[in-house]
């Protein structure tokens, strides 16, 4: 399961629940699919664990996206690892 926690500027940011027991990550995807190629940024501090399919300057909006919301993103981390 996948549940959605952020959607933003096209991007979806959601948890995989099987890797709860990883540290806090966030992974992106565009609009509502889910592929393997989609991004992986570590929480806690915020940086680029996979880019996947996006270029430097659509992360650079990701990471961005993800530092405004961060403490947000952590809250629901912490929610559902619990």
């Not at 996947?52 to 659509?58: A, D, L, V």
């Amino acid at each position: 399961m996948s549940p959605v926690v952020h959607r933003e500027q096209g991007f979806s940011f959601y948890f995989v629940l099987a890797d709860l027991s990883e540290p806090a990550h966030v992974h992106v995807g565009e609009g509502k699919s889910r592929r393997s190629d989609d991004a992986k940024i570590w929480l806690n501090p915020v940086h680029v664990a996979r880019a996947g399919r996006f270029s430097p300057h659509t992360m650079a909006r990701i990471l961005h996206i993800v530092e405004v919301n961060q403490s947000q993103l952590l809250e629901q981390w912490s929610r559902h690892d619990q």
